[in-house]
């Protein structure tokens, strides 16, 4: 068993998985993987396909091996009823995280909340008390009043300390905004990266004392180039390195963009989309190893993901 990296990967009953800018995470001896249910056809204006999809959720699916994923249900759903609402099928819901807090033991998700027109760029936030959902919408804000548009959750192994990390400033700089104890709000604390840099689609690692930091430019749909940023703590300023890929298609990432980092058996895999903008139920997969040579990471392409 393996999946074609780039191509749409399909669950155990063969149908698309439908978890993009999603997230691979485990909870005790089970892999799950959240991300956006795009499950419908593109939306049109004048027969023509616009690039986007109504709002269906967040779906979760898991596995016992990263290969052969069962679907377990849209755990996070659009509201119907409320054309305001944040989770009408009319608006943008983007990028879904969760993790677990110990504190509280529940389970918390953290989302790109947007208007269509990606002006309101907030984060949502949800939770639930098993992983496999239900998640409880519980409202959206924007962090330290400040804007977010692509996000991902990072959990500060030198502190402890869980941040949502999100593009600001209308994605000019890159935010690292702490979450309070039971990761359902801002503590205040807040940290500019990248400042001016332009960089979305942000995935973070900890190796060997530093900070990993892999992100997109702003180029909408399309694939560019990745590039990586590294720093010692995350209130340092990161530092721009270089594009981590190697192989067919470095410039363009691949004709992927990053999402997430998965962390497995002591080895870290790079997670991207392929985004297919007119036809984005069918938008594919990689996972890629990530290869650190001192301070360096490389990220070569690889054909298939064929597990641990
Ligand atoms: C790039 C982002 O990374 C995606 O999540 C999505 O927001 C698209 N832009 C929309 O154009």
Redesign the pocket.
Known sequence: MEHRNGACWLDVEGKPIQAH?GMITRFGDTWYWYGENKDAENCTRDGAPL?RVDVIGVSCYTSPDLLHWTHQGVVLSAVTDSPVHPLHPSR?L??PKVFYNAHTGKYVMWF?ADSPD?TFAQAGCAVADSPAGPFRFLRTVAPNRRDC??MTLYHDPVSGHEFLVHSGDWNKTLYFSELTEDGLGFTGRCFAQMINQER??PALCYHNGLHYCVT?G????APNSALYATAQEVCMDMKLIDNPCEGPGYRQTFGG?STWVLQAENRYWLML?H?K?LDLRHSGYSLLPMDFEGERLTVRWQETFAGL
């Open positions: 800018g690039s943008v983007e990028r790109h990606y548009r692509d979305e689609a997109s702003c180029t909408g749909w963009q989309d985004w903008p």
